[in-house]
């Protein structure tokens, strides 16, 4: 009992110094005059809440989580089980000071017992919206002490925990996937759908063409299935399966195609990217009472056309340009995908696109790549990883320079061209580094040529 009688002794000694009586104590602190004397003087002590702790904390002026250390070591005493409800409401409250060094040792504390597993999980589940940071250290303990391989709920902390994980580093991103992906299949429906899509544009990212076709496949079939069910069931006049979703379904369902219609654009497979392109094209047959079902449809409409102006391009339509940036005009949010496939277009066919170039040099060179892309995140029309954004800055940079090289203009754009691109790589995906050498060995060879005519 030496941690029960040092719990007390502090709290006994703090009182007794400051002069107090268990009655004035009691009424100061607001803990009734009984269970001070069951709590401090019982030859049995009762057990102290949390809340009782707090309140003479209070009274004492002492800081927040003032014996928290000694209160956890009498939770979990060798003398009685611990109570989930105390150690429960004890977590809720570290979790609310942010301590997450007495959470860690509460955790590893109750590592000597993992029937509290289901418990933790569910406490980690309502904490999540709120704090995420020290949810997570609850997860961590579920995946440490789960036993069954096939759990829902060790699939849902390894999804919560690869959420969290995901930033702007291309390369941190693909670490947290791989973690992951192996319980992808075990997770509820809803998770299920925004695990792919974003497991999908991390391989986009990353430009892992055969993984991010088969996350984009994956999505494709469960968005299908869940669509086929959800019609069955109003034919039959059953109840309409409930989707938690982040958006609507139809988005899933199309970006499962678009996806796929962009990585065969990048393949060159133009024939297949039009095939999917013509799938997403009219989405109307839809049906769905989510409010944002149209607006989402009406999309992904306006994204086949733009993705049809790109394979024309790419297949030396230059005829399709025009019209091209008049649409760009009224869709500043597509002038980054789209410069980049017109200036790829250009380098393959020698198109001139320096009007293009000067009319959005703004957008080109941001002041900021990552606030420039964070912040095009947050409108209602954008749905994509801001990494994707990322690597299409590294690609179109890598593009414009060898745009600038064929033309033999060695000047000021070229060489910020050519530090934007080192510097981005540098920070989001250093995998990238040799495009950068490639480079400079074309800028060397190009001053070289230059200097010879002077």
């Known amino acids: 009992m030496t941690q029960l009688k040092t719990l007390r002794h502090e709290l006994e000694k703090e009182i007794l110094q400051r002069g107090y009586s268990l009655s004035s104590f009691s009424r100061l602190s607001g803990v009734n005059r009984g269970v001070l004397s069951a709590t401090l003087n019982s030859k049995i002590p009762k057990p102290i809440s949390i809340h009782q702790l707090d309140q003479m904390n209070l009274a004492l002026d002492k800081p927040p989580g003032w014996l928290y250390d000694l209160f956890i070591e009498e939770c979990f005493s060798a003398e009685e089980k611990s109570n989930w409800r105390r150690v429960r409401s004890l977590i809720i409250r570290c979790v609310e000071l942010q301590r997450s060094d007495l959470i860690n040792r509460i955790l590893y504390l109750l590592l000597d017992d993992p029937s509290y597993i289901d418990e933790v999980f569910r406490l980690a589940e309502n904490l999540i919206q709120k704090e995420e940071n020290l949810a997570i250290l609850l997860y961590k303990y579920v995946i440490e002490y789960e036993r ?216 080109i060179y941001p002041a900021d790549i990552l606030d420039y892309l964070i912040a095009g995140s947050k409108a209602r029309y954008n749905y994509q990883d801001v990494t994707i954004g990322i690597n299409r800055y590294i690609d179109l940079y890598y593009q414009l320079a060898i ?34 050498l490639h480079l400079f060995k074309r800028l060397r060879k190009l001053t070289e040529s230059l200097e010879k005519q002077v």
């Open 148 to 363: 069954n391989s096939h759990s829902e709920r060790l699939a849902v902390s390894h999804y919560r925990i690869f959420k969290s994980l995901i930033g702007n580093n291309i390369e941190t991103n693909l670490k947290a996937a791989l973690t992951f992906a192996p319980h992808r299949n075990l997770l509820p429906v809803p998770m299920q759908l925004d695990a792919l899509l974003k497991l999908a544009n991390i391989y986009y990212s990353l430009q892992d063409w055969e993984q991010a076709v088969n996350m984009a496949d994956e999505l494709y079939r469960l968005s299908s299935k869940a669509y086929q069910l959800r019609m069955q069931a109003r034919q039959n006049h059953g109840v309409i399966p409930f989707l938690d979703l982040e958006r609507p379904l139809v988005v899933y369902y199309g970006q499962g195609l678009l996806l796929k219609c962009a990585v065969y654009e990048e393949e060159e497979k133009y024939d297949k990217a039009q095939i999917y392109v013509d799938l997403f094209a009219d989405l109307q047959w839809f049906e769905d009472e989510h409010a944002e079902n149209q607006y989402y449809i009406d999309r992904f409409r306006f994204y086949s056309i733009i993705h049809t102006m790109n394979l024309e391009l790419l297949t030396g339509k230059e005829q399709v340009l025009d019209r091209y940036l008049q649409i760009l005009e009224q869709h500043p949010q597509e002038v980054l995908p789209s410069t980049l496939i017109i200036i790829e277009a250009a380098n393959k066919y020698g198109y001139n696109v320096d009007p293009l170039l000067s009319r959005y040099e703004d957008i």
């Open 403 to 436: 745009y600038y090289c064929d033309r033999n203009v060695y000047d000021e754009r070229l060489e910020k061209i050519l530090y934007t691109l080192e510097s981005t790589i540098e920070q989001y995906n250093r995998g990238r580094i040799m495009d950068c």
